[in-house]
C-alpha cells in the first residue's frame, strides 16, 4: 500500500494532458472506494492559486480511513515550467500521472472545444493553429497546439521525479481497452485493480454543441471566475449535473462530420513529428503506430 506518503495530501495527481480521457478517469476514481479526489476536477491550485498557500489547498482533501489513494486532476499542469519544482515540494514523493493523445487529433479536438466555449466561429483551423498565441487563454491554455508538445513539458517533471512515480499512458488504449487501462492507473496508485466503475464503458464530456452559442460562452467565462476564486467545487457539481447539461448542450450531429483537410492534417503533424523520437526516448516507451499515420 501507499505507506510512505499516505498521510501526505496529496499522493498523486494528472498532470496532463487535455482532450485525453481525464474527465472519463477522474468520474472512475471518484467511484473507487479506496481513492479520494475532490468534487471539483481542476482545481488549478500549482499554477493560479498556490498564493493560497497549501492550507487552503489541503482543504480539499477529505478522505475516510479507506481511502489511501488521495489526489486530484488539473490536466494543465504540466504545460507550466515551475509547476513540477512546486509539486516536488509539496510532495516528493507524488505519483504522477499522464496520459498522451495523438498531437494532431488532439489539435483538432482543442479546436473544436474552443469553438464551443469561447472561439468565434469565423476562426478557421488554420487561422486558429498557426496564430495560436492569439487564442490563448491567461490561464485556461488547454485548447491552443502548444498542449501536445508533450517532451517540451514533461521534461522538468522527469528531472525532478523517479521514473517509478511516472506513470505514462495513452489514450489509444483508453479507446480500445478502458479496462486495461484503468488496470494500469489502479495498479500504479496500489489500490484495487479488480473494481469496476460503472462508468468503464461510457463516454465523459464528450464534444456537445452548444444550444445557445452565446450562453454557453457566458457559463464557460462564469466557471473560469469561479475558479479563479477558489470556488472550483461549486463548478464541479454544476458541470456533472444532468439538467445543467442539456439546458446548455446537445447533440453535435454536425460537428462529427467536420474535418480537416489532409493536407492540414499533414502540416500539423511534421510541426510535432520532430519531437517523436526525444519523446519516446525520454518516457522510455514506443510510441503508439498511429501517431505515424501522416507519414
Not at 32 to 56: C, E, R
Request: a positive charge; charged letters at 25%; proline letters at 4%.
Amino acid at each position: 500500500m501507499m505507506k510512505a506518503s499516505q498521510n501526505i495530501y496529496p499522493n498523486f495527481l494528472y498532470i496532463g494532458a487535455s482532450k485525453a480521457g481525464s474527465s472519463w478517469l477522474y468520474e472512475c476514481l471518484r467511484e473507487h472506494p479506496q481513492v479520494f479526489v475532490p468534487a471539483a476536477k481542476d482545481l488549478h491550485f500549482f499554477h493560479i492559486h498556490y498564493d493560497k498557500g497549501m492550507d487552503w489547498y489541503r482543504n480539499f482533501f477529505k478522505p475516510n480511513a479507506e481511502q489511501i489513494a488521495i489526489g486530484e486532476l488539473s490536466h494543465d499542469y504540466f504545460l507550466f515550467p515551475d509547476v513540477a519544482q512546486k509539486i516536488y515540494e509539496c510532495n516528493p514523493k507524488m505519483k504522477l500521472i499522464v496520459s498522451l493523445r495523438e498531437p494532431v487529433d488532439k489539435t483538432i479536438s482543442g479546436y473544436q472545444y474552443a469553438q464551443k466555449v469561447y472561439l468565434d466561429k469565423s476562426v478557421s483551423f488554420e487561422d486558429f493553429f498557426y496564430h495560436h498565441d492569439r487564442y490563448k487563454k491567461t490561464h485556461f491554455q488547454n485548447m491552443n497546439r502548444e498542449t501536445a508538445n508533450y517532451f517540451e513539458h514533461l521534461q522538468a517533471f522527469y528531472k525532478r521525479f523517479p521514473r517509478k512515480q511516472i506513470l505514462i499512458l495513452f489514450f489509444d488504449e483508453l479507446k480500445s481497452n478502458p479496462q486495461s487501462f484503468l488496470q494500469k492507473v489502479y495498479n500504479f496508485l496500489e489500490v484495487d485493480a479488480d473494481f469496476t466503475p460503472s462508468v468503464l464503458h461510457q463516454k465523459v464530456n464528450q464534444q456537445q454543441a452548444a444550444r445557445l452559442g452565446p450562453l454557453a460562452h457566458l457559463a464557460y467565462k462564469v466557471a473560469e471566475q469561479m475558479r479563479k476564486m477558489g470556488l472550483a467545487n461549486i463548478v464541479g457539481a454544476v458541470k456533472r449535473n444532468a439538467l445543467f447539461n442539456k439546458l446548455l448542450y446537445q447533440e453535435n450531429k454536425q460537428e462529427a462530420k467536420w474535418t480537416l483537410e489532409e493536407e492540414m492534417k499533414h502540416t500539423v503533424y511534421e510541426y510535432f513529428v520532430k519531437d517523436y523520437a526525444k519523446l519516446s526516448e525520454l518516457i522510455k516507451q514506443d510510441l503508439p503506430a498511429n501517431w505515424y499515420l501522416y507519414e
